[in-house]
């Protein structure tokens, strides 16, 4: 069975340059503002640090056969928790793009499938908050749809991330996808 933590990830980041509208609703409404950075989960958990140099060549060779593309995050949803607890959540575009991203990292580490358990499979997201009830969670909804103007990148690089203890996650290793400029 392989070994598996919480304290490393692959994850699809949008580039520093356009987080600072995403942190805004971060800061007010994120509990893991300082752990995370702005992401998209692709295998979380995933293998120790001290694997790294050996998953290396599999996710540059994933890296290898997705090409770069654009995103936009322009449309909030949220998942509902037990008693009425939410995630607040971006919806990167294009959605088909990520989950055969996801597909391809799963394929190559298969042990690592917890994002495609879910009833409805892999949901690309970027988590933007949590809300304490179905109330408050209409609210935020409403509120951040209302006032948001969409945010678009190229993708360009997935990243392999870890953290210590409690302390932030930090990226070890950038991936680059095809076509993108070194």
Known sequence: MPVKTYRTAVVAMPPPEVWEPIQAIRRRHDRNVQRWMPHI???YPFVPRTEFDDVLPGLMEVGRQSAAF???????????????????????E????????????????????????????????LSVGQAPSPCVRQHLLETLQASWQPVQFVLTAIAL????ADGPFQIAHAIPLRGASP
Not at 76 to 84: E, N
Not at 100 to 123: H, K
Request: hydrophobic share 55%; charged share 10%.
């Open 161 to 164: 991330i870890w953290r210590e």
């Open 94 to 125: 294009p959605r088909h793009i990520f989950v055969t991203l996801q597909a391809a990292l799963q394929a190559a580490f298969p042990a690592y499938d917890e994002q495609s358990r879910f009833p409805a499979g892999f949901t690309p997201h």
């Open 41 to 43: 989960t692709l295998l």
């Open 70 to 92: 654009q995103v936009t995050l322009a449309a909030f949803w949220a998942f509902t928790h037990a008693f009425g607890k939410a995630t607040i959540w971006l919806a990167p």
